[in-house]
Nanobody
Framework: QVQLVESGGGLVQAGGSLRLACAASGRTFSSNAMGWFRQAPGKEREFVASISWNGGDTIYAGSVKGRFTISRDNAKNTAYLQMNSLKPADTFVYYC?????????????????WGQGTQVTVSS
């Protein structure tokens, strides 16, 4: 079992940066790929980024590639999402998730543990 708690969301001006953290509990953290997703009210949850079990591979949604960086520190049981050059279009609730497998995935179907979400609002 894995429990996830996000932090670091908030209000930021366009062009600014935020660093989200996802603290995980459980012995299986290092055996799970991790992902970040985001969701707007009334919309489906959409993929943002994913990182493999050891951090050796990452994938990103095209809308954030080059601006966001996913990372993890298995010794601290924590995954991160560094968000730079933020735009108003990045305003969503952001969720971290742990996958059922070791490798990167953009599909919500491959994630079995989810955090509670943290609001990111980017003003113009």
């Amino acid at each position: 079992q894995v429990q996830l708690v996000e932090s670091g969301g908030g209000l930021v001006q366009a062009g600014g940066s935020l660093r989200l953290a996802c603290a995980a509990s459980g012995r299986t953290f290092s055996s799970n790929a991790m992902g970040w997703f985001r969701q707007a009210p009334g919309k489906e949850r959409e993929f943002v980024a994913s990182i493999s079990w050891n951090g050796g591979d990452t994938i990103y949604a095209g809308s954030v590639k080059g601006r966001f960086t996913i990372s993890r520190d298995n010794a601290k049981n924590t995954a991160y999402l560094q968000m730079n050059s933020l735009k108003p279009a990045d305003t969503f609730v952001y969720y971290c998730a742990a996958a059922r497998h070791l490798y990167v995935s953009s599909s919500t179907e491959n994630y079995i543990y989810w955090g509670q979400g943290t609001q990111v609002t980017v003003s113009s």
